[in-house]
């Protein structure tokens, strides 16, 4: 891509890409161009790249050349791990029945998958995304909520904005069916039942308007508004309660972390999305998108 001159901020922000996956499993293989990389894959990787791919589909991008002029904006829910590697792990770790640091780094470390760790960082879906479609221009990677992915949207922009990316792909994506993450969901007030957790990822790619015309790109929606804010609130009180809607268009199922703005977006049939979030962490939320 070429450098072109820096963008001006008046230049509005445009969708011209939507990916997503909704459940597992999911098939990255058609994406990939190190197919020895397979083996490092966990499953928040796959669902990221299949997600990715679909969205540089989407916006005609698929065999372009993005490089340095493109960078990625990534928002990956908690830590993945399954019951029996943790069992496995906590076994090889124990020494009279309590915890042994020394058993824990030799033992238990040994009693697992040396490259289970791969699969379970949050930097990874970030790394595969990169290899694969070539970008290699500024990255971000947050955790683990729809309050991040919105941090993930403005540093988009504002890369945008100033002219440092031509593209940007913004993602979110949340492995979320295992042990870890729905013992954690149990264990939040009002608990959340593992019934309704998904795993999913979702992934846009935005663009100035004049970039995407001049590449001849199909503009597929404007992002019009954009709110984030965070109000700090006492750990050992009770957290703010948790509460999304979508006006004009279709909520999409089950809980999906960071990723149900850009679900929503991908399953929305109107011309119109509005999106607003408070978040148990402290962050209130929201976003407008006229879409094409």
């Not at 042994?100 to 990874?124: D, E, H, V």
């Not at 006006?247 to 679900?263: K, T």
Request: glycine content about 10%; charged content about 20%.
């Amino acid at each position: 891509m070429d450098e072109g001159p820096r963008t001006d901020a008046a230049d509005s922000v445009v969708l011209t890409g939507l990916g997503h996956v909704l459940g597992a499993p999911c098939d990255p293989r058609p994406f990939l161009r190190v197919r020895k990389n397979r083996k490092f894959m966990g499953l928040q990787d796959d669902l990221a790249v299949v997600a990715a791919g679909r969205a540089l589909e989407s916006a005609g991008l698929a065999d372009a050349a993005l490089g340095e002029r493109a960078g990625l904006y990534l928002a990956v829910g908690y830590i993945p791990f399954e019951r029996a590697d943790i069992d496995s792990l906590m076994e090889g770790s124990l020494s009279d029945g309590r915890l042994s640091m020394k058993l824990f780094s030799t033992t238990g470390y040994n009693a697992i998958n040396p490259l289970l760790t791969f699969r379970c960082l949050s930097n990874m879906p970030a790394f595969h995304i990169s290899v694969n479609f070539d970008l290699q221009g500024p990255y971000f990677v947050t955790y683990p909520g729809i309050g991040q992915f919105y941090q993930a949207l403005e540093l988009a922009r504002a890369a945008l904005a100033s002219g440092e990316v031509n593209i940007a792909l913004v993602g979110a994506v949340a492995a979320q069916r295992n042990f870890l993450v729905e013992h954690h969901h149990a264990r939040l007030s009002p608990p959340v039942a593992a019934d309704t957790l998904v795993d999913v990822a979702g992934c846009l790619v935005l663009e100035t308007e004049s970039h995407a015309r001049k590449r001849g790109g199909t503009v597929r929606g404007r992002l019009e508004k954009h709110e984030l804010a965070y109000n700090p609130f006492d750990p050992f009180e009770q957290p703010p309660e948790f509460h999304e809607q979508f006006d004009n268009g279709e909520h999409p199922p089950g809980e999906l972390g960071p990723a149900s703005l850009a679900v929503a977006l991908g399953l929305n049939p109107s011309t119109t999305l509005r999106h607003e979030a408070q978040t148990r962490d402290g962050f209130r939320v929201a976003s407008e998108w006229e879409l094409a």
